[in-house]
């Protein structure tokens, strides 16, 4: 199934150098931009920030032997930063005896204690 993100989420996730080691390479991948077939890799590095990019199939080769769906590991990525982005962790100090009270309040604005 297509995977349409945006120009500045696939450069960033192509430029992971976790998602891509440096011997990593992709194969039979169909990638367009703003509904328009992509010319080369380089066009990727280099996209606008604005563009809308599909991504059907393919698969990631890596030096090890393993591969990966390609559309997969975008997939991944994308759940992992809309994770990272949307909640933010601070640690707090309060008075002994308002855990309970203050669980309520995390809950309550969609939060949720770790510890």
Not at 21 to 42: F, M, S
Not at 51 to 80: P, T
């Amino acid at each position: 199934m297509t995977v349409k993100t945006s120009g500045k989420d696939f450069k960033q996730w192509y430029g992971d150098i976790e998602e891509w080691p440096q011997d990593a390479y992709h194969e039979d991948e169909t990638i367009k931009i703003n509904g328009k077939n992509r010319g080369d890799d380089d066009e990727l590095q280099s996209v606008e920030d604005n563009a809308i990019i599909s991504l059907s199939g393919g698969c990631i080769y890596f030096d090890d032997g393993r591969d990966v769906s390609m559309e997969g590991a975008l997939r991944r990525w994308l759940r992992k930063k809309s994770r990272e982005e949307s909640f933010e962790r601070i640690l707090v100090e309060i008075p002994k005896g308002k855990r309970t009270a203050f669980v309520f309040h995390v809950q309550f604005v969609g939060g949720k204690v770790l510890a």
